[in-house]
Nanobody, 120 residues
Framework: VQLQAFGGGLVQAGGSLRLSCAASGRTSGNYYMGWFRQAPGKEREFVAAIRWSGGSTYIADSVKGRFTISRDNAKNTVFLQMNSLKPEDTAVYYC??????????????WGQGTLVTVSS
């Protein structure tokens, strides 16, 4: 499975960005596609995940109500819509894929990351 994340950039606080993650290779409905982020000097944290089949989602409390995860199965692409961005959302965002991974499972495949910078 190959993953390519894009859509990051510089945005002012309160603004919006949409990240995309294109997946190629062998995936199935049992896979979850997840978004994670890592801010400078901090550990990587879970942001959101969605199951290819059925669309079950998990959203971290820190972004609930502001971020939305969705998918386009026909295009093998997952999106992370980020609204009401805050400076503390600044991080490198990674997409990942894992078998039935949900919010706490193992993600075996990772994309290259895309930088999101939120200015105050």
């Amino acid at each position: 499975v190959q993953l390519q994340a894009f859509g990051g950039g510089l945005v002012q606080a309160g603004g919006s960005l949409r990240l995309s993650c294109a997946a190629s290779g062998r995936t199935s409905g049992n896979y979850y596609m997840g978004w994670f982020r890592q801010a400078p000097g901090k550990e990587r944290e879970f942001v959101a995940a969605i199951r290819w089949s059925g669309g079950s989602t998990y959203i971290a409390d820190s972004v609930k109500g502001r971020f939305t995860i969705s998918r386009d199965n026909a295009k093998n692409t997952v999106f992370l819509q980020m609204n009401s961005l805050k400076p503390e959302d600044t991080a490198v965002y990674y997409c990942a894929a894992g078998w039935e991974a949900g919010a706490r499972g193992v993600y075996d495949y990772w994309g290259q990351g895309t930088l999101v910078t939120v200015s105050s």
